[in-house]
């Protein structure tokens, strides 16, 4: 890589002025980029955690609660939440509480911080990879204000997004140093900050193909110089060297990529080919492909969920491939003139194929989330086409008014969509006025109307979520739990039942169920079938020292007080300070 010649385009730029101009440019526009983000997501200082996932990461989390502490840090390491292991974004929450505790106002901020962060380390990326200043600062800009980027950055169960983010910049600054110094210990930072992206979200896995693209432009490592040394040894080497180099980031990625069908396996996140056929799964993921790129120009109509569609059309599939392959097709016509193209739309392209869904995981179509690192390229190839615009034309005023009205455009529907994130209640109201056959915006828009007490607004919406999609396993079981809060116990007993049938695969998501149940016989004095589902309960997770107290209680009603006190003694052992089964346990010791 050809240091001098970077040096020398700095220069020529900025119009060979003095060293000072030379470094305070680059100053003035990360500070400028750190202002923008703050001002448009300010607001979320007064936003309250969602109820979607947020529960799963913060707010129902014990260990997260717990703060920075050894048993807490590693317990991080050994667990996996919501089907994903991200040890070092479950320590980032763990950090929040440490600072903050549960109230979510800096929660926010901090993802908001980091987002302003990665903006200004990606404009400091790509220039100093380029040796240019201005499409630097637009991509930096795009990806600071775009709507679609809302998502990873006001919700905070999103910290994955922005925390892996952070890293895969870092990865690629460390790849450029590498490249200078040609030491082990340079590219053990490559290694380093690749391993800590992938602990905060596994969808770096690409990350090393982005390297490659990088390879042949901007860093020009790989040239197509003519036709003759294309047919030569000269290209294939350098082809040959550039994946030779990154071995052992292809075989971290393939580690990664075990471990995440497994963590999505333990808890059945993962669609069967009979649930969604191959084909379905191609068609979505090419629709899907196009709708990305629709919201990257239109970006309005943003939800928190896109369900996906029961079937679709095969001229909308064959639509969406010819769109596709028209790309494809013009970005590599201009590979040598334009070069950023093909790397762009490869970017893209590539760093969406884990979360596309050819590897279907969950309910979504889609989601503005996973747009957060693929967009990078397409801002990479929009800003590159308009600096050559203006560089060859005469109407540069007219060019950078256009672009400071598209930029603030941007920004206004970016606050918009931020208010959005205010609370459960405004962001699953606005998914369903997008769309009212979205089986998730009901079910959670139930469980808040639940939480505030308005249980029969919350059991229409939880029959809503179930009439779109039967096998809904969230609302099946919250479902239960409201018939189980009006009274309703046959209701209730029926729901959980469901849940066990449907959601077994689920566990140990929907294990509560069986405590539940249990519970409810319980109540009605059907003891014997208590001890049945309690049984099933401690197996499914033998650390539950409520469950073990209750069967306890249960083995004491049919007459059996050693099993019963067994089972204190577990649940005291489990939790010294529990003093419902201490109580039972002296109870039981002191009658004959």
């Not at 775009?146 to 006001?154: C, D, G, K, L, W």
């Not at 191959?278 to 492909?289: K, M, P, Q």
């Amino acid at each position: 890589m050809n240091m001098k010649l970077f040096k020398r385009r700095f220069d020529s730029e900025e119009g060979g002025g003095s060293t000072r101009r030379l470094l305070e440019s680059p100053l003035w526009m990360c500070l400028f980029l750190l202002i923008v983000v703050l001002a448009c997501f300010w607001q979320v200082r007064s936003h309250d955690f969602v109820n979607f996932d947020d529960d799963t990461y913060v707010t129902a989390n014990p260990m997260v609660q717990r703060g920075i502490a050894k048993d807490s840090v590693a317990w991080a390491f050994k667990t996996t939440v919501a089907g994903n292991w991200h040890p070092l974004t479950l320590i980032s929450h763990m950090l929040d509480v440490q600072l903050y505790g549960l109230r979510p106002g800096p929660h926010h901020m901090t993802s908001v911080l980091i987002h302003a962060v990665n903006a200004m380390l990606l404009f400091l990326l790509i220039r100093s990879m380029t040796g240019l200043l201005w499409p630097p600062f637009l991509v930096a800009v795009l990806f600071a204000l775009h709507p679609m980027h809302v998502e990873s950055v006001a919700w905070v169960s999103e910290r994955k997004d922005v925390l892996s983010t952070f890293f895969f910049i870092l990865t690629i600054f460390s790849y450029v140093r590498f490249l200078e110094k040609r030491t082990v210990f340079a590219y053990l930072g490559v290694v380093l900050f690749f391993v800590m992206g992938l602990m905060s979200k596994p969808m770096l896995v690409t990350l090393p193909f982005v390297l490659v693209l990088l390879d042949y432009w901007p860093l020009g490592r790989i040239e197509f110089k003519s036709v003759r040394q294309e047919q030569g040894t000269g290209l294939e080497k350098a082809i040959a060297r550039s994946f030779l180099e990154k071995v052992p980031l292809f075989l971290i990625t393939a580690v990664f990529c075990v471990v995440v069908v497994f963590a999505q396996h333990e808890v059945g996140a993962v669609m069967a080919l009979e649930n969604d056929s191959l084909w379905f799964r191609i068609s979505n993921a090419l629709v899907s492909y196009n709708m990305y790129l629709v919201k990257l120009f239109v970006p309005v109509k943003l939800s928190v969920f896109y369900p996906r569609p029961e079937s679709i059309a095969i001229w909308r599939a064959l639509g969406a491939l010819v769109s596709l392959s028209a790309i494809t097709l013009a970005c590599c016509f201009f590979y040598r003139k334009k070069p950023y193209l093909i790397v762009g739309w490869l970017w893209f392209i590539g760093t969406l194929v884990p979360v596309i869904g050819l590897v279907q995981v969950g309910w979504q179509a889609m989601a503005d989330r996973y747009s957060y690192i693929p967009y990078i390229g397409l801002f990479i190839s929009l800003s590159w086409l308009l600096g050559e615009y203006v560089e060859g034309s005469k109407r540069k005023k007219t060019a950078a008014i256009c672009t400071a009205a598209v930029l603030f455009a941007m920004a206004w529907l970016t606050y918009g969509q931020i208010g959005v994130w205010k609370n459960s209640v405004s962001l699953f109201y606005h998914a369903l006025k997008l769309d009212t056959n979205n089986p998730v915006a009901h079910q959670n828009l139930g469980s808040t109307l639940a939480d505030q007490g308005l249980l029969q607004p919350a059991i229409k919406h939880y029959k809503m979520a179930l009439e779109i999609e039967p096998r809904y396993c969230p609302a099946i079981f919250n479902l239960g739990t409201a018939y189980q809060d009006i009274g309703d116990k046959k209701s209730a007993m029926a729901q959980y039942f469901k849940t066990i049938e449907v959601c077994s695969a689920y566990r140990p998501a929907y294990d509560p169920a069986l405590y539940k149940l249990a519970m409810l016989f319980m109540d009605i004095g059907r003891y014997d079938k208590a001890v049945e589902f309690l049984k099933r309960t401690v197996e499914a997770n033998p650390s539950d020292y409520a469950a073990h107290n209750s069967l306890g209680a249960a083995f004491w009603a049919t007459g059996k007080k050693d099993l019963a006190a067994r089972h204190f003694e577990k649940a005291l052992r489990i939790n010294p300070a529990y003093s419902d089964a201490r109580k039972n346990l002296q109870a039981i010791s002191s009658q004959p």
